[in-house]
């Protein structure tokens, strides 16, 4: 069974504090994405990455930043965190190329509270 | 700017009768369009999907909708199901891009 794991189900941390969550998947795929999900406001693209060692911003970066030193693992990193911060992570993976629809395959998600 | 849009926070049924589903989007150039189920404390998991070529796409109590002049489509779930409370998002696909614009989501809540 294909598996997008996320290290941390839920986490609270303080203000200032740096923050790391995890990201591992088993199906090979090429891209792996950071979403957070907030009421109202859907889902958000963090940042995405194609490949290993690339990354693209997406809609909302600011705050954040991501290592990809493995293919299968994706690292969402905050570097102090705040209150705004508090919300629903979600990690995904999709494969590139030929025939793709663009489904992605998503983790169980990281609840983090930012005290 | 919102790219695909789904105006209805919250949606109520009665189990067996038909829930609809819609989204708005803005964009011509999406080829793929999704839907996708998320309970809660749980990541989202795939439903259904429409090509940009297609109309319609079914699958068991799950129907897609496409009208591409109106840019919306719309999903059907009949017959509706206490299980199937939850929110669904609404997502659209383009092959250059490679990654989803999701909607903002629809809670679904069907009653007993």
């Known amino acids: 069974d294909v598996k997008v794991t996320q290290s941390s189900r839920y986490l609270v941390k303080r203000t200032g504090e740096k923050v790391f969550l995890e990201c591992v998947q088993d199906m090979d795929h090429e891209n792996m994405f950071w979403y957070r999900q907030d009421p109202g406001l859907g889902l958000r693209l963090i940042y995405f990455s194609y490949d290993v060692k690339m990354k693209e911003k997406g809609d909302i970066p600011e705050g954040y930043s991501v290592s990809r030193e493995k293919k299968e693992r994706f690292s969402l990193i905050l570097e102090s965190a705040s209150t705004n911060q508090t919300s629903m992570y979600l990690c995904?993976?999709?494969?590139?190329?030929?025939?793709?629809?663009?489904?992605?395959?998503f983790g169980e998600g990281s609840r983090l509270t930012v005290l | 700017d919102q790219q695909v849009k789904q105006n209805s926070p919250s949606l109520s049924v009665q189990e067996g009768r038909i829930s609809i589903l819609n989204c708005d989007y803005t964009n011509s150039m999406f080829d793929y369009f999704l839907w996708y189920k998320k309970y809660p404390a749980e990541g989202p998991t795939f439903l259904i999907s429409i090509s940009s070529i297609k109309d319609k796409n079914e699958d068991g109590r799950f129907t897609v909708f496409l009208n591409k002049s109106a840019k919306h489509l719309s999903l059907h779930i009949v017959p509706s199901q206490p299980g199937d409370s939850a929110v669904y998002f609404c997502?659209?696909?383009?092959?250059?891009?490679?990654?989803?614009?999701f909607g903002t989501g629809t809670r679904l809540a069907v009653r007993p």
């Open positions: 995904a993976s999709s494969s590139a190329g030929g025939g793709n629809t663009g489904e992605l395959f």
């Open positions: 997502a659209a696909w383009r092959s250059s891009g490679d990654k989803l614009t």
